[in-house]
């Protein structure tokens, strides 16, 4: 029998199972709460508006270019959509700059694949996005933490000299983050520009949030600002990655890459290589969706999702013993749970499960160097306000109890 583990590339030691796809399986399980997943509800998918695309796309002769092969570049009215409403949040650029992905998850592998060398530095938050670090892991990388202010350009070159490459790339969430829920400010993000200016490595600025804000004054893409630093998207280093998943439907796997034109340039010819070209008769279905029920979609489910979010912070406030601490989120899916020192957020999911009938996110899948014991993901997107009042008791009621025994 052959020995797989001696023919597999380096790379796959890198590749590690997804925690919270492995969590998704217990929303399955009726009887469990979940806050794990971090996904959208499925009750507000505009499913009439898919059902008349569709029907569309083969009623008025579009099956055909429908179902071929297409341009790697993405489907151009699509793009041309999204021109415009990339201009709403202050990014001018062209379609030309403009790159479709079958979700941003591909656009994070592929940005991986066209960045880094084996024991090249990225540049991550920790905690940070855990679709992210798997992405990159593949490509042999070294991590960093990203910080705003706190170090110096050379302080980050050494290090990464140290573990035998260059710094590559600084990724982040910019809004609404995935696990913590926090945005970081127009004054950290200028701050990253200049120090990215200073190392002359690109931002990669994860933008899959970015339409989720229920409350608070609205900041500009980390894009928006390089490009009003340096004139044109053409002279920018950001790289910004969107996605309709959130928004509008994640299972047709549609998102997209916004930058200048050299980088757009390498991501189509990956992708010629890889898949061709994400599903055309998606990208003609969201088209139609976007164009007619975009707005009314997105205030749709930021009704929905910020009442959830109100629910699960009054019930923290109410049920969460004394030395448990959590983000405050103004939009997005998540709520960042720091515990008291001493307890451990993967044990006390396995006793949540079993006593509780509740699951979460334990918070050390999302650092890079596996630090965070103490902390916990909490996703209410997909809970209504009378689970979410009952999990975080419970919840509330198995961290106090675990904090007796610890003492």
């Known amino acids: 029998m052959l020995n797989w583990d001696h023919v597999f590339a380096t790379r796959a030691s890198r590749m590690r199972a997804s925690e919270i796809r492995e969590l998704l399986k217990l929303l399955d399980r009726p009887e469990i709460i979940s806050f794990a997943g971090g996904i959208p509800d499925p009750a507000l998918f505009p499913t009439s508006a898919f059902e008349a695309a569709y029907a569309d796309i083969f009623a008025n002769g579009q099956a055909a270019s429908a179902l071929q092969y297409s341009v790697s570049e993405g489907y151009l009215p699509l793009r041309q959509w999204l021109q415009k409403e990339l201009d709403r949040l202050g990014i001018a650029c062209g379609v030309d700059n403009i790159f479709i992905t079958s979700g941003s998850q591909q656009a994070l592998d592929y940005l991986g694949k066209l960045l880094l060398s084996p024991r090249d530095t990225a540049l991550v938050n920790w905690p940070t996005y855990l679709g992210a670090l798997q992405a990159f892991n593949a490509y042999e990388p070294t991590y960093d933490q990203l910080s705003f202010g706190n170090r110096t350009p050379d302080s980050y070159r050494a290090a990464a000299d140290n573990a035998g490459g260059r710094v590559k790339f600084a990724y982040l969430s910019s809004d ?232």
């Open 176 to 407: 609404f983050s995935n696990p913590t829920g926090q945005t970081v400010t127009q004054e950290e993000r200028l701050a990253l520009l200049t120090l990215a200016d200073e190392l002359d490595v690109p931002v990669i600025e994860d933008a899959a949030y970015q339409h989720l804000r229920y409350d608070g004054e609205a900041i500009r893409p980390i894009l928006s600002l390089d490009i009003e630093r340096h004139g044109s998207i053409e002279e920018t280093r950001t790289i910004y990655c969107g996605s309709f998943s959130k928004t509008l439907a994640p299972g047709l796997r549609v998102g997209y890459v916004v930058a200048a034109t050299p980088v757009i340039r390498k991501l189509v010819l990956m992708k010629q290589a890889a898949d061709l070209h994400s599903s055309s008769i998606n990208q003609i279905a969201i088209t139609h969706v976007a164009e007619r029920h975009f707005d009314q979609q997105v205030a749709k489910i930021k009704a929905a999702y910020s009442a959830r979010r109100d629910a699960m912070l009054a019930a923290l406030a109410a049920h969460m013993p004394a030395g448990t601490s959590w983000t405050e989120p103004q939009g997005g899916m998540f709520i960042w749970v720091t515990l008291p020192e001493g307890l451990d957020g993967t044990e006390l999911l396995a006793r949540s499960v079993e006593t509780e009938k509740v699951a979460f996110v334990p918070g050390q899948a999302f650092f890079a160097d596996r630090s965070g014991t103490n902390t916990l993901r909490l996703s209410f997107s997909c809970a209504n306000e009378a689970m979410i009042a009952e999990g975080i008791k419970r919840l509330g009621r198995l961290i106090a109890a675990s904090l007796r025994v610890a003492a």
